[in-house]
């Protein structure tokens, strides 16, 4: 599987940002999906997670109610809409994908076989 993120960008604080990640290789509506991202120094984590089909999420405390995760099977294609940016927002996002078992979402980072090359999102206070 090939994944290729793109959106990222400098946006001031409160701004908004919509991020997409194109996958190839596989029947993508068998892959489970999930935004990843990693600050300077800190560990990757979760952002949000979305099961095969795209009817059950799954999000860090961090960004409910400001991020959204959904995917379009059709384009094999999945999405990450990011509202109301905080500086602490800052990172390298990368989207993930789950050949593993089970429907989803999977929140465990360790279940994600497939990584692409990720796309920074800076947010200026």
């Known amino acids: 599987v090939q994944l290729q993120a793109s959106g990222g960008g400098l946006v001031q604080a409160g701004g908004s940002l919509r991020l997409s990640c194109a996958a190839s290789?596989?029947?993508?509506?068998?892959?489970?999906m999930a935004w990843f991202r990693q600050a300077p120094g800190k560990d990757r984590d979760l952002v949000a997670a979305?099961?095969?089909?795209?009817?059950?999420?799954s999000y860090a405390d961090s960004v409910k109610g400001r991020f959204t995760i959904d995917r379009d099977n059709a384009k094999n294609t999945v999405y990450l809409q990011v509202n109301s940016l905080k500086p602490e927002d800052t990172a390298v996002y990368y989207c993930?994908?789950?050949?593993?078992?089970?429907?989803?979402?999977?929140?465990?980072?360790?279940?994600?076989?497939?990584w692409g090359q990720g796309t920074l999102v800076t947010v200026s206070s």
């Open positions: 993930a994908a789950s050949s593993r078992s089970g429907w989803g979402p999977n929140r465990n980072i360790n279940e994600y076989n497939y």
């Open positions: 290789g596989l029947a993508f509506s068998w892959l489970q």
């Open positions: 979305i099961s095969r089909s795209g009817g059950s999420t």
